[in-house]
């Protein structure tokens, strides 16, 4: 079985924070990108496909038409039930969208909601209103797809004066199986980098951050939902299938400007801009740009990572083969538990996700 990805890179505008492989288009080569992506395809040798999942950039801004054409023409076969995710802002989903995408295939839609705060959208240069994400909701029931993941971004600056609690209410009154939770980032070179170098907003807080991470769990939790990894929470039976094999370290194959592909020992990396991409695999040429065969060491140190951010923790053997006790001083203050043989973290935890793993990774050397 193989996972696939497929990065549509295409947006109407940049948001504020984002640092994605993107291309800003006001018309969408359409054509140009599904035939560059299906040649890509064809020299990938795909399989038996267990997951599809179209990311970008904007995939719902490519015409339904083109998403069919892809899933018809790889190794996707509609007589079997996988999880086909598709990407897509709200203001993309309109009835018609929705019933030509169900008909393609699509099963799963993550929705880029980001807030309900009509001030706060403007801010990260979103394209849609609070109002347009519900209509979206209804507009994809209506179509047959129930599989529904909202995104929304928290601790964000105190002058937008956001009410995340309020946030969160309006999500779960919309009825997702679904919701990823991400906390706002400072990548260089984004608008949101420049606004802070020149003083016209303020880095995120960590002790927000922390405290609306830490509330999101709680209400989420009330709610019937469980934080299957960091970030990332479902209702029983709804857990993202294809971001669930990267954290278990399946292979996975990309395609497209900038996807990755892994298999299980070695990492590659397309090309990241669109027009560079495009013509590479036009040329009859390879579109990686570049690749690293993982040493033992760093499959350890990946082994521990993936693991400690999802809510089956590790064994214990995969943090040292002398299956050391990780320090004490962790657990005593609540950030790991040891249950089952095995290690995980809490939620407090999670908020120290790349300390905890580079502390247990000396404590093993350490033990060895």
Not at 168 to 177: F, K, N, Q, V, Y
Not at 298 to 304: G, V, W
Not at 326 to 343: D, F, K, M, S, T
Request: charged share 25%; proline share 6%.
């Amino acid at each position: 079985m193989e996972h696939l990805y497929i990065h549509i890179p295409f947006c109407v505008r940049r948001c504020s924070y984002c640092d994605f492989s993107i291309a800003v288009r006001k018309r969408i080569p359409a054509r140009e990108f599904v035939d560059v992506v299906l040649k890509e395809a064809r020299q990938a040798s795909l399989t038996d496909l267990e997951t599809i999942y179209f990311g970008g950039g904007t995939p719902s801004l490519l015409p339904p038409e083109a998403i069919a054409e892809l899933l018809r023409r790889t190794t996707y076969d509609a007589r079997r039930t996988i999880e086909v995710t598709l990407e897509a802002n709200p203001e993309d989903v309109t009835p018609h969208n929705a019933k030509a995408w169900r008909t393609a295939g699509i099963n799963r839609v993550s929705l880029g909601a980001q807030s309900f705060d009509d001030t706060v959208l403007k801010w990260m240069h979103r394209s849609h209103d609070a109002a347009r994400i519900g209509a979206a909701m209804h507009a994809l029931r209506g179509a047959g797809i129930e599989n529904i993941s909202l995104d929304l971004i928290f601790a964000l600056p105190d002058e937008l004066h956001r009410d995340w609690e309020r946030d969160l209410d309006i999500a779960l009154a919309l009825r997702p199986t679904h919701l990823s939770l991400y906390g706002l980032t400072v990548e260089p070179r984004t608008p949101l980098d420049r606004w802070i170098s020149r003083g016209a907003t303020h880095a995120p807080d960590e002790e927000r951050y922390a405290e609306e991470y830490l509330f999101a769990h709680r209400r989420l939790m009330a709610d019937g939902f469980f934080f299957y990894e960091v970030s990332n929470a479902s209702l029983p039976g709804f857990r993202s299938r294809h971001n669930s094999a990267y954290w278990s370290g399946q292979p996975y194959v990309g395609l497209g400007p900038a996807a990755h592909s892994f298999d299980g020992t070695t990492r590659r990396w397309n090309l990241r801009a669109w027009e560079a991409y495009r013509r590479a695999v036009a040329e009859g040429r390879s579109a990686v740009e570049s690749e690293e065969t993982l040493t033992a060491e760093q499959r350890e140190m990946e082994a521990i990572y993936l693991g400690l951010r999802t809510a089956e923790g590790l064994p214990l053997a995969a943090a040292s083969p002398r299956r050391p006790s990780p320090p004490p001083h962790l657990a005593a203050q609540g950030w790991i538990v040891e249950h089952a043989g095995r290690l995980k973290c809490t939620p407090e935890g999670w908020l120290r996700l790349d300390s905890l793993v580079n502390e247990l990774a000396m404590h093993s050397e350490t033990q060895q």
